[in-house]
C-alpha cells in the first residue's frame, strides 16, 4: 500500500506532537518506522525457494497494511490536535 505520510511529514508531527500534552504521536511514529523497516526488510528479503518468496511476499504485503492503518491513525491524532504537517 502506498505511504500515507512521508518521513518528512511523520517528523513534523513529532516535533509539534512535543508542545501537546501527548505522546501519542511519538508512540505511532515509532511503531510506524518499525513497520516500514520490516517492510523493507521482507521485501528484499532472499529467498531460498518458492515457499519462502511466497512468505516473503505475504509478509510485505500485510506489514504494509498495519503501516498503512497507523499512518491513518496518526493523521487522525494530528488532525485532531491541530498538528499541520
Wanted: aromatic share 6%; net charge negative; charged share 25%.
Amino acid at each position: 500500500m502506498p505511504r500515507v505520510l512521508s518521513s518528512e511529514q511523520i517528523n513534523t508531527i513529532i516535533k509539534a506532537g512535543s508542545n501537546i500534552n501527548c505522546e501519542c504521536p511519538q508512540h505511532l511514529s515509532e511503531i510506524i518506522g518499525k513497520l516500514v523497516a520490516f517492510e523493507k526488510y521482507s521485501s528484499q528479503c532472499e529467498a531460498r525457494n518458492p515457499q519462502d518468496a511466497e512468505i516473503h511476499t505475504l509478509l510485505e504485503e500485510e506489514t504494509s497494511k498495519c503501516r498503512h492503518a497507523f499512518e491513518k491513525l496518526l493523521v487522525a491524532v494530528a488532525n485532531f490536535e491541530n498538528i499541520e504537517y
